[in-house]
Nanobody, 124 residues
Framework: QVQLVESGGGLVQAGDSLRLSCAAS?????????MGWFRQAPGKDREVVAT????????YYSDSVKGRFTISRDNAKNTVYLQMNSLKPGDAGVYYC????????????????WGKGTLVTVSS
């Protein structure tokens, strides 16, 4: 059974950095086509933050995080990361790791597997 386990969330101040990790078990990352990170703030829909294709490393970022966040993957460790710099209060929410077996992740409906999420809180 596929499991995606996120870690690295926490409480930080605006301007600080955090690195989220997503470790996979039950299936190696090499069999996924793409991975990504979504976030959901209270009362809002879950939105895509960043995605990466497993084979070519092609990345996508939402406009709100472009230039501040970096998604990367480590095939040997079956782990995908999200480096978040210059955090803003608007970045707060539960961050979810996501995986898709075939094709790229563009929206919520593209995701085949979800992690349970890790909470990021940014104080102003």
């Amino acid at each position: 059974q596929v499991q995606l386990v996120e870690s690295g969330g926490g409480l930080v101040q605006a301007g600080d950095s955090l690195r989220l990790s997503c470790a996979a078990s039950g299936r190696t990352f090499g069999t996924y086509s793409s991975m990504g990170w979504f976030r959901q703030a209270p009362g809002k829909d879950r939105e895509v933050v960043a995605t990466i294709t497993w084979r070519d490393g092609i990345t996508y970022y939402s406009d709100s995080v472009k230039g501040r966040f970096t998604i990367s993957r480590d095939n040997a460790k079956n782990t995908v990361y999200l480096q978040m710099n210059s955090l803003k209060p608007g970045d707060a929410g539960v961050y979810y790791c996501a995986a898709r077996s075939f094709g790229r992740i563009r929206t919520y409906s593209d995701v085949d597997y979800w992690g349970k999420g890790t909470l990021v809180t940014v104080s102003s």
